[in-house]
Nanobody, 121 residues
Framework: VQLQASGGGLVHAGGSPRLSCAAS????????MGWYRQAPGKQRELVAA???????NYSISVKGRFTISRDNDKNTVYLHMTSLKSEDTAVYYC????????????????WGQGTQVTVSS
């Protein structure tokens, strides 16, 4: 089981990158998927989450600027970020809750590797 995140890098302030997180093909279903971030010296925090019903929730700091979406057929979650600010600089992690693999293995909470987003002013 793997969650592979991509799309990070160095971005200018005001930029609009999109992060992707794809689950490996041996996954049958995932309940909720989300993005978290951790800035240097700070705790990891929720950025946005999207359960299987497609509803969304966002942290106050990104609401109106970031959009989370998912493709259930591909078990992939996206984070479209706009109007980036320097305070958005962090390592972004994707998360899967209620992950069920075809093997029968169940993971209540599964993390992908992080992808660094650095916003330059």
């Amino acid at each position: 089981v793997q969650l592979q995140a991509s799309g990070g890098g160095l971005v200018h302030a005001g930029g609009s990158p999109r992060l992707s997180c794809a689950a490996s093909e041996n996954i049958f279903s995932i309940n909720a998927m989300g993005w978290y971030r951790q800035a240097p010296g700070k705790q990891r925090e929720l950025v946005a989450a999207i359960p299987s019903d497609g509803s969304t929730n966002y942290s106050i700091s990104v609401k109106g600027r970031f959009t989370i979406s998912r493709d259930n057929d591909k078990n992939t979650v996206y984070l479209h970020m706009t109007s980036l600010k320097s305070e958005d600089t962090a390592v972004y992690y994707c998360n899967a809750e209620g992950l069920l693999a075809y093997s029968g293995s169940y993971y209540p909470d599964y993390w992908g590797q992080g992808t660094q987003v650095t916003v330059s002013s």
